[in-house]
């Protein structure tokens, strides 16, 4: 009895001698609500494998909680917002949807995809650094910075899947999802070609 009272011990001071990774080896809350509840659609790591889906690793946390408050609120009404989020989120209360912002700003985002069509790159990325010709209403770059990283409430762009940036610009070019007046008035005055061209070059970063 001894021997075996001697042993647990032994057991329990190794785990604690190895910074705890028996106790350490189950996810914490968030990691395994992020894991469970978003991973299918967003990847386990916020790195969306479909270009259905959006990558939300290394985003800006104030930009992901804004949004997903407002998918739980049917603030933001889209289809596939509607679809897929506002089942998916109207059960988050305010503290976990902050939690889930800050573990997904954390995580590594994946390299942007390879560059398709080289010419309209080219387009995009001087679209995105400079406003349009005769126009003052500011560039993309004034906003989400140098390298498309995003900052404060601005998203980040960098590496997001092309197809997913067309999409998210035509609904805010047809009002089918709010924007900043800045923004509103910089897209809508973009060409269905100019878009594609900013997505192409965004989704290399």
């Known amino acids: 009895m001894k021997s075996k ?3 647990f011990v032994v057991v329990a001071g190794l785990c604690w001698i190895t ?6 080896d189950e996810p914490n809350k968030t990691e395994k609500l992020a894991m469970s509840y978003c991973g299918e659609c967003h990847g386990l790591d916020g790195n969306s494998i479909s270009p ?8 800006r946390s104030k930009f ?7 998918m739980r609120d049917h603030d ?6 509607q679809d897929y989020m506002w089942g998916a989120a109207h059960k988050l209360d305010d503290d976990s949807i902050k939690d889930l912002a800050k573990y997904y700003s954390r995580q590594k985002p994946s390299p942007g995809g390879t ?3 080289p010419a309209l790159a080219a387009k995009g990325k001087q679209l995105y650094e400079f406003k349009p010709a005769n126009e003052e209403i500011g560039s993309c770059i004034g906003c989400h910075g140098d390298d498309a990283e995003g900052g404060g409430n601005e998203p980040r762009l960098a590496g997001q899947h092309r197809h997913y940036l067309v999409k998210q610009l035509n609904l ?3 009002n089918k999802r709010s924007a900043p007046d800045k923004m509103l008035a910089l897209v809508r005055k973009l ?4 878009i594609e061209a900013l997505a192409e070059y965004l989704q290399s970063k």
């Not at 910074?19 to 350490?24: D, N």
């Open 19 to 24: 910074t705890g990774v028996c106790a350490a």
């Open 172 to 174: 805010v070019q047809d």
């Open 191 to 194: 060409s269905k070609e100019e």
């Open 5 to 7: 009272k001697w042993m």
């Open 52 to 59: 259905q889906f959006p990558k939300l690793a290394g985003q």
């Open 76 to 81: 933001r009404s889209n289809a596939d917002s």
């Open 64 to 70: 992901l909680e804004a949004q997903l408050k407002s």
């Open 115 to 117: 560059i398709e069509y």
